[in-house]
């Protein structure tokens, strides 16, 4: 099975943030989140990323509402594990869901959400969003505790943290890590994808973790797509991805 791209379109909504947080109904508002959304999907997105945060700096509500009706490829659906942000979920139901941390005491020392110190609100969370139809994916880093709690918790999927391979001088002992993880992961019946930081320099190396089915990356492909475009962007990362083995 090919690599999958999913395309985090957060920093579109940043960019129309910074000039129009208080005139979104005005009709010089731009960028406008859909053009950009079909750019990624022309270009070759399989899926579309939004994350809605508790404090709107990026997407708002209304933005999930376009994304989602406009049904271009399958919305993952970023969101911190609050009531209102829950319901809001449920009532658009996008294919999946991404948990992920949004404040101090959700997050691991490397980033990740930490499943094994929260399993009990986790739990309740992934049964009420499997119930209404969406599929749940956590945003982890590769260790085996967290992976684990996810299995256990019945998560269809985890996201391994790539954000401490991104970033470090010398890759190679994260990199070992995220084989860890995504070996583990696959035996334990999880769907492995991956996510933060990715861009064309470090996704090579990210080739020898095995069993991965689907990449999400934002900022990169935003960010060259100022110089070319986001369907160039998108459609150059996507084949880059060709190389994956598989
Ligand atoms: N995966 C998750 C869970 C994220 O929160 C983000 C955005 O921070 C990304 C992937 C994309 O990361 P980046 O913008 O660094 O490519």
């Known amino acids: 099975m090919p690599l999958k791209l999913g395309v985090n379109i957060d920093h579109v909504a940043t960019l129309r943030q910074a000039r129009f947080a208080t005139m979104l109904e005005s009709p010089n508002a731009e960028p ?16 579309l990323t939004i994350h809605l945060r508790a404090d709107r700096r990026h997407i708002q509500d209304r933005d999930v509402t376009v994304i989602c009706e406009a049904n271009l490829v399958p919305v993952n659906f970023e969101i911190g ?4 942000i829950i319901q809001i979920a449920i009532a658009h139901k996008p294919a999946f869901v991404c948990l992920v941390p949004e404040i101090r005491e959700e997050i691991t020392t490397e980033g ?13 969370t992934i049964k009420r969003l499997q119930g209404a139809g969406i599929q749940v994916s956590l945003f982890i880093d590769p260790d085996a505790p967290q992976l684990e709690a996810s299995k256990e918790l019945g998560a269809e999927m985890v996201e391994l943290h790539t954000g401490a391979y991104a970033n470090a001088a010398n890759s190679g002992n994260e990199r070992q890590r995220l084989i860890n993880g995504a070996t583990l992961g696959h035996k334990l019946g999880l ?56």
Not at 81 to 84: A, G, I, P, Q
Request: hydrophobic share 40%; aromatic share 4%.
């Open 112 to 124: 990740g959400l930490n499943v094994v110190s929260q399993r009990g609100e986790l739990q309740e």
């Open 32 to 47: 406008v989140l859909l053009d950009l959304a079909k750019e990624a999907v022309n270009g070759g997105a399989d899926s």
């Open 191 to 246: 769907q492995i994808n991956a996510g933060h930081g990715i861009n064309s320099s470090n996704i090579a190396e990210l080739y020898h973790v095995p069993y991965l089915t689907e990449f999400n990356i934002g900022h990169h492909l935003i960010s060259r797509a100022l110089t070319v475009g986001l369907h160039h962007a998108v459609a150059e990362m996507r084949e880059l991805m060709d190389a994956y083995p598989g």
């Open 81 to 84: 594990n609050t009531e209102e």
